[in-house]
T-cell receptor
Framework: DAKTTQPTSMDCAEGRAANLPCNHS???????VYWYRQIHSQGPQYIIHGLKNNETNEMASLIITEDRKSSTLILPHATLRDTAVYYCIVRSYGGSQGNLIFGKGTKLSVKP | DAGITQSPRYKITETGRQVTLMCHQTWSHSYMFWYRQDLGHGLRLIYY???????DKGEVSDGYVVSRSKTENFPLTLESATRSQTSVYFC????????????FGPGTRLTVT
């Protein structure tokens, strides 16, 4: 079973920031938080990952709470192309490469 | 073409037939993976491979066979297809230096009648 809890769906207005929450209250000290997304009918796409510090790349920002029990993925200026299912995944560094466990994710709908 | 490709993109087969799904990557990534995606289950790992001639089972490996004689190829074979194996299959690859990121192919939609 996935170690994360995410809302089933969210809406966001085009041009606004999309904030996608993820709860991972049982995360352990050596586990990272990853985010992937899957645009309809395509393969999943890596977005970002982090351990405990906030992270930013060209696609998104990842904010992890100090106790690491939850995190938020931020898409700063959502576009219609960001409509997708977003997966929050907790995974150990150095563990089996196979341990990328996808849950049901959050379906983000960006509306004009 | 550069990247990760899967073939065929669509396949219809009959129960009991053997079918092989192909995956090819041009990055020389050492790790490769096969997932299946079904409604209500999300993506589930079938098999993965750390290098040529090294493979290991994932969560749902029963009924599937893999091989990896070359780094760039990772075929998945359904030895005797069943209707429960109707699914979308995704291949992915990853390099240890980019440990965290898996690159996914476009998927193969398989229907077993």
């Amino acid at each position: 079973d996935a170690k994360t809890t995410q809302p089933t769906s969210m809406d966001c207005a085009e041009g606004r920031a999309a904030n996608l929450p993820c709860n991972h209250s049982t995360i352990s000290g050596n586990e990272y938080v990853y985010w992937y997304r899957q645009i309809h009918s395509q393969g999943p796409q890596y977005i970002i990952h982090g351990l405990k510090n906030n992270e930013t790349n060209e696609m998104a920002s990842l904010i992890i709470t100090e106790d690491r029990k939850s995190s938020t993925l931020i898409l700063p200026h959502a576009t219609l192309r960001d409509t997708a299912v977003y997966y929050c995944i907790v995974r150990s560094y150095g563990g089996s490469q196979g341990n990328l466990i996808f849950g049901k994710g959050t379906k983000l709908s960006v509306k004009p | 073409d550069a990247g990760i490709t899967q073939s065929p993109r669509y396949k219809i087969t009959e129960t009991g037939r053997q079918v092989t799904l192909m995956c090819h990557q041009t990055w020389s990534h050492s790790y490769m993976f096969w997932y299946r995606q079904d409604l209500g289950h999300g993506l589930r790992l079938i098999y993965y491979s750390a290098a040529a001639d090294i493979t290991d089972k994932g969560e749902v490996s029963d009924g599937y066979v893999v091989s990896r004689s070359k780094t760039e190829n990772f075929p998945l074979t359904l030895e005797s297809a069943t209707r429960s194996q109707t699914s979308v299959y995704f291949c992915a690859s990853s390099d240890p230096t980019g440990f965290y990121e898996q690159y996914f192919g476009p998927g193969t939609r398989l229907t077993v009648t």
